[in-house]
Structure formats: structure tokens, C-alpha cells
């Protein structure tokens, strides 16, 4: 069924398409609209699930823990300030490989406080053990929802999974969406089967103690399901377009074949550059785009691939980890590592705290990028749209 | 099945099924500790149909040391702070799956992991309603630590984070009262207890968790690793602060204060001193007569206003 929806409708639709048993939620800007709309299923009958209204964000992962522990399907929301105080819980929840779901609207962090879209939340979270995707429009926010599930509750996975979705961009924009009927949801996503669940018919400890002689195996076994998810997010992504129409892949190219500049990109920023693209490619530039959708397990041999061959790479990150530059600058540029032949790689710092990505700010990283190609000496970072005269010493 | 695993499953089945016992013997807690007796006893009258959710503290980490556990019924730790919201979370998921009726929740935590670092959650989960028996193992500092203090820790009391000097006496605040701000959310349910009154502490036990919605013990814990007194004197030690009025037993139903309950009502209270010259925490303060004066009167206040001496 297409109807026209906010991207936090998609992910409180998807969740209940998933059936969901239970539903901790923390208010946020800009993920609220989620356990509101959940509230609004469950108070009309459409959802039979468990809210638990808790009160704050760690709270809500830490019930999300122990009701995932129990073995019910657990979905939550959250953003920004609210991720930052879940970040404890992050890392326990993947720990004890429970296959949490996770809507996160990005956000900006404070300070100064900001309600707008980047990515510095999500980015902050990546090494948390959780699969991380992030989606361009609403679609692929509810899509991506939905699959996560189905992922995360894979027995060759069982790690938690975060779909982010841009504050405000997709949070709060009415968009198309074709809503998938429950019959086929119900086929593709069968109700969740824990290995080990807190039953008192089978008493078993949870969360134990891990001493240095075990703790590194721990890690590794976690870490090994993480690198399995890699196959199995292509089987669940294959699985999905065949039930349902529509193609995933953990990096997507857009005329990237030919392509001397390829900008590489993250969320809904991404429909601006291949529009940007588009135009570029009629005044005969060769550039190309390639979309992240997947950053954890980070698809870094795809991302090799599909890139390899250009020029030079300009990768968009919404993000800054100061004294560095940017996260995915910095992933990339790792993925090429010992590879004798590579890209130049360069980092654009763009749209933080919700600033406008606009096309000529695309041209501009392309143009800079033409001339940064031929002087070795240029420096990797750039920041892109900052107002010079605000900057203080 | 090898002959190991055989032995083992035998074992477990006479410990729980022929004796009632639901925490077993080979946790590392220290001699003389409070906390295994107490849980032991939860623990028998709760009976298996149990979940228990754990904080962080000297209880979680001296009792499932992986491959290891001392639980014979399901068993979770998450972390320090969140016991309270992870019992919440579970609570919600026997709901929603179906499995709630006739499995009792308890959540476990030690005084930091409640009066403190745990405060925020606990009251989350009092006020959402859940039923669950929240227990706070009470031994007033951060043992786990290496005896820090908390807000548990008595007026008095030399901490490595209080220690007695020049110009210090020690911990320079009293008691945060627990049990009656928990009261204060009119909670079905809420009793303190003490390890030296069993008998009384099972009673409450029950009490807790026959009752429909959030319950809530208080258990006095004497630490002697922290408190400084020989480990075969932990039972004693519990019995002098109910006796001197340091740690009063009662109980409250439905936050009616009005008809606060004191279990255990003193006749011919003792004096702090004696209670107070065993722990080498106080030792700085048994010295000066003017300062267990202070506390005699601290305690007596406390005793009047909650009724404690028997006519």
C-alpha cells in the first residue's frame, strides 16, 4: 500500500509490521513521533506490544536488554543526546549478542545544543558492536527497519542493529512510501526464536563475569559474528528484493564505472549528490557517486571495488572526530591500506548540525578535488560551507 | 553426558528440587559476608520460578565468574546503575510474551547501585508500577570498590574517600533514608530487614512478593571486610544496630505512614558505643566522648520518631 509518510512513521510502521513485543522509549527530538506513534497503534488496537515509558534513554536500553534477554523482539528509538546516554548500554546489549533494532534520528551533539541533522551520533557509536545502516529516504528507513530484524536475529549474527535516518530531513518530511502488507512481512520476518532466554525452566546466568582468560574469546566470538553478518546481510538484502521489489546493497554505485572523482556519501545527502552528479556528467565531468548503506560491518573491500579504479575519492563526512578529521575518510582510507595501486582520498567535512548540503556545495568538493589531485602538498580535510569570519581563535 | 556433567546435574537437582536452595556454595564472597545469607534466604522462600536481575557490585561479581555461576535460577547482569530498569524490561517481556503469571522478579543491588548510581532508575521503575521485589544489600560504603563511601554511609564512618583527620571526623552526612523515599511513591510495598532477624526478613520476603506491584527491602548488610570487625561476628554485628536503634526494622504498606509498622521494637535499647567500639570505622570516634554523644543523639531522635522502644 504507497502512502505519504514522515520517516519516523516508516520506522514505527515497520516496527509494527515486525510485531514487536515490546517497545522501551525515552522522548527525543527528532525520533519522538516514534513511541508516539506506537503508543497511538497499541491504544487503537493495531499492536500488541508492551511500552514501557521509561524515564531516560539509558533506561530504555537497558530494559530493551532485559526484555530482549527474555526473549522478546525489541525495538526502540532514539537520537543524538539520547544515544550518547545509551552508549554504556550499547556495548552490553551487543555483548550479549541480544538482536536489538534501533531507529536513531541523526542528530548534532551538544554542545552548543542542536536539534538538526548529522551524523556525529551514530558515528560516535560505531564501535559499539552494533550494525549500523543508514537510509536515504523514508523507503529505505522502513525497508531497512524490517530487515534489520531479520538480520540481527540471525543465528549466525544475534548483534543488535541501528538504521539511522537524518533529523528532520526524513524524521519530520512526508515522503511515498509503499507500506508492505503484514501477510508478506509475516513471511519474510517469522516470529523471533532466542537460543537462550531467562526461563526459569532452564535456569542459565547472564551477563557473567569475564576474567582475562576468557574475556579476548568473548570479543572474538562477537566480532566473528559481526564479520558473518557481512553474508548474511546480502542474503536478507537478495531475500528482500525478491519478496518485495526493491534492491539494498551495503554500498551502492552511481556511475562510478567510469568515473575519475567519486564522491562517496552517507543518508539522505546522498540524493543531492547524484543529482549534482547528473548535472556534472552533462557538462561532460566524470564523476560518480557511491552510497554507503551499511557502515557496520564496514563494507570495505566492496567499497575497494567499486573505487579503485578513480582517480581520486571525496568522501562527505557528517561528522568530525576533531584532531583527526572525518570517520569515514578515515575508514576508507584504511580499506586501501597495503593496496598498491589506490585512489587519492580526500575529506570534505559538510552539513553539521543540520547545515544545507546544497549542489554547489558538491560542485565545489568536486572542483577542489580536481586541483587538490595534482598538488601533493594539499591538505586532506576540508570543511565545506563554514562561514570564515564566525570561526574564532 | 560425561561423568562430570552427570555429578554436577545431580548436585543441582537435590540442591534445588530436595533442599530449596537457589544460591549455591562456591561464590568468592568474602568470610563472613552478609550477602549469601541474605540472598540464600530470598532465595528459598522466592523458590525457583525466579528471575533475578543484579547490579554491579560485590554480590554480581563474587558469584559469576565465567564458566561459573552460584544461580540456580535464571540469572541476569547488565550493569551498576540499571537493575531497577532491566527488572522493568523483563517485567514487560513476560507480559508481552506471556509468561508472567507465577514468576516472582528480583532485582538486586547493593547500596551505591541504589541510594546513588541506581537512585534515578529505582524510581523510574517504582512509579511505571512494575511488579518486581526490588532488595538493597546494604553494607553503606562502595565495597567492591575498596570501600568508598556512599550515600549509605553513616555520619562517622572513616572510608577510603572519608578519611578521619585533622579536619575531618569522616563521612560528614548521615544515612540517606532509603526505604521511606522509596515509601514516599506509595508502592504496595516496603520493609527494611536485617540479616540477624531471619525469621522476620522471610516474613517480608513473602509479604513482598505476594503483593501486586513494586516491593521494596531494605536488608541491613555488616560488611566486615569494610567495617573492620572479625568475619564471625557478622550476625552479632547486625543485631547490635537493631538493638541500639542504629538500623530500625520496619515496615509500609501503600506509603501510608501513618501506619508504619516497627517490627522489631527494642526494650531497654542498647548504647551506641557498644555497637560502634567493635568497627574499627568508628575507632576515631569511640575515642571521643562528645562525638558518640552526637550519635547517641542522632539515633535516639530516629528511634522516637519512628517508635522504636517497646514500653
Not at chain 1, 500500500?1 to 509490521?17: P, Y
Request: glycine share 8%; with cysteine.
Amino acid at each position: 500500500m504507497k502512502d505519504v509518510i514522515k520517516g519516523n512513521f516508516a520506522t514505527a510502521v515497520a516496527a509494527k509490521l515486525a510485531r514487536v513485543n515490546v517497545v522501551p522509549a525515552y522522548p527525543i527530538t527528532p525520533s519522538t513521533l516514534f513511541p508516539e506513534q506506537i503508543s497511538e497503534f497499541i491504544a487503537n488496537g493495531e499492536m500488541d506490544a508492551e511500552l514501557v515509558l521509561v524515564e531516560s534513554e539509558h533506561s530504555a536500553m537497558s530494559a530493551a536488554i532485559g526484555a530482549s534477554a527474555v526473549g522478546a523482539r525489541v525495538a526502540t528509538a532514539t537520537a543524538s543526546q539520547g544515544l550518547e546516554l545509551m552508549h554504556e548500554m550499547l556495548f552490553i546489549a551487543s555483548g550479549m549478542r541480544l538482536p536489538i533494532v534501533m531507529a536513531v534520528g541523526n542528530r548534532a551533539l551538544s554542545a552548543p545544543i542542536n536539534i538538526w541533522c548529522d551524523h556525529q551520533d551514530t558515528i560516535s557509536a560505531r564501535d559499539s558492536g552494533w550494525m549500523q545502516f543508514y537510509a536515504e529516504n523514508n523507503q529505505e528507513a522502513l525497508d531497512l527497519m524490517l530487515m534489520a530484524f531479520k538480520i540481527a536475529e540471525d543465528r549466525r549474527v544475534l548483534l543488535p542493529a541501528m538504521v539511522g535516518l537524518d533529523a528532520f530531513v526524513l524524521t519530520h518530511t512526508i515522503e511515498p512510501v509503499d507500506i508492505p502488507e503484514q501477510e508478506k512481512v509475516d513471511e519474510f520476518l517469522p516470529p523471533y526464536k532466542p537460543l537462550y532466554t531467562l526461563d526459569p525452566q532452564r535456569p542459565m546466568t547472564f551477563g557473567s563475569f569475564g576474567t582475562p582468560a576468557h574475556y579476548m574469546e568473548f570479543k572474538k566470538s562477537q566480532t566473528d559474528a559481526m564479520e558473518r553478518a557481512r553474508g548474511v546481510i546480502d542474503e536478507v538484502f537478495s531475500q528482500f528484493k525478491e519478496m518485495f521489489g526493491r534492491e539494498y546493497n551495503q554500498v551502492t554505485p552511481f556511475m562510478t564505472d567510469d568515473a575519475d572523482i567519486i564522491i562517496v556519501s552517507m543518508g539522505s545527502m546522498s540524493g543531492t549528490v547524484r543529482e549534482a552528479v547528473r548535472e556534472m556528467r552533462k557538462e561532460g565531468k566524470k564523476v560518480g557517486l557511491l552510497k554507503i548503506t551499511t557502515l557496520r560491518p564496514f563494507p570495505g573491500k566492496k567499497i575497494v571495488e567499486l573505487t579503485g579504479h578513480a582517480r581520486a575519492i571525496a568522501v562527505m563526512d557528517r561528522n568530525i572526530s576533531p584532531g583527526f578529521g572525518g570517520a569515514v575518510f578515515g575508514e576508507i582510507s584504511a580499506a586501501f591500506i597495503n593496496r598498491e595501486r589506490r585512489p587519492k582520498i580526500y575529506d570534505y567535512i559538510v552539513g553539521l548540525g543540520g547545515r544545507d548540503i546544497v549542489l554547489e556545495d558538491i560542485r565545489h568538493i568536486v572542483e577542489s578535488t580536481e586541483k587538490k589531485i595534482s598538488d601533493p602538498s594539499a591538505e586532506p580535510v576540508e570543511w565545506v560551507n563554514v562561514h570564515p569570519e564566525e570561526v574564532i581563535e | 553426558m560425561n561423568q562430570t556433567t552427570a555429578d554436577y546435574e545431580e548436585m543441582l537437582r537435590k540442591k534445588t528440587t530436595e533442599e530449596g536452595e537457589y544460591f549455591l556454595s562456591g561464590h568468592g564472597l568474602c568470610a563472613g559476608c552478609a550477602e549469601p545469607i541474605i540472598v540464600r534466604h530470598i532465595l528459598q522462600v522466592a523458590g525457583p520460578n525466579t528471575i533475578v536481575v543484579n547490579a554491579t557490585g560485590c554480590l554480581e561479581v563474587s558469584s559469576s565468574g565465567f564458566p561459573n555461576t552460584a544461580w540456580a535460577v535464571p540469572w541476569i547482569h547488565v550493569a551498576f546503575e540499571n537493575a531497577a530498569a532491566v527488572a522493568s524490561g523483563v517485567d514487560a517481556a513476560l507480559k508481552a510474551l506471556g509468561k508472567r503469571e507465577g514468576v516472582n522478579i528480583i532485582a538486586m543491588a547493593g547500596d551505591g547501585g541504589t541510594f546513588d548510581i541506581g537512585f534515578q532508575a529505582l524510581s523510574g521503575m517504582l512509579e511505571r508500577g512494575h511488579r518486581v521485589l526490588y532488595v538493597v544489600l546494604d553494607n553503606e560504603a562502595y565495597m567492591n570498590t575498596g570501600i568508598q563511601r556512599s550515600s549509605a554511609t553513616p555520619w562517622g564512618a572513616s572510608t577510603t574517600t572519608t578519611p578521619p583527620g585533622k579536619k575531618s571526623l569522616g563521612e560528614s552526612r548521615d544515612k540517606k533514608p532509603i526505604a521511606a523515599i522509596v515509601a514516599a511513591h506509595d508502592v504496595p510495598y516496603v520493609a527494611t530487614a536485617s540479616v540477624a532477624f531471619i525469621p522476620d526478613l522471610r516474613k517480608k520476603v513473602q509479604k513482598a512478593l505476594s503483593v501486586d506491584g513494586p516491593s521494596f527491602l531494605h536488608v541491613f548488610s555488616p560488611c566486615p571486610t569494610g567495617w573492620y570487625f572479625p568475619s564471625d561476628m557478622t550476625i552479632e554485628m547486625a543485631r547490635l544496630a537493631v538493638e541500639t536503634g542504629v538500623f530500625v526494622l520496619w515496615e509500609v504498606e501503600n506509603g501510608d505512614f501513618n501506619n508504619l509498622r516497627v517490627t522489631r521494637k527494642i526494650k531497654n535499647r542498647k548504647p551506641v558505643i557498644e555497637y560502634l567500639k567493635l568497627q574499627r570505622r568508628f575507632r576515631h570516634i569511640v575515642k571521643n566522648p562528645e562525638l558518640v554523644e552526637k550519635i547517641q543523639k542522632m539515633v535516639d531522635e530516629k528511634c522516637q520518631r519512628y517508635g522504636v522502644d517497646a514500653d
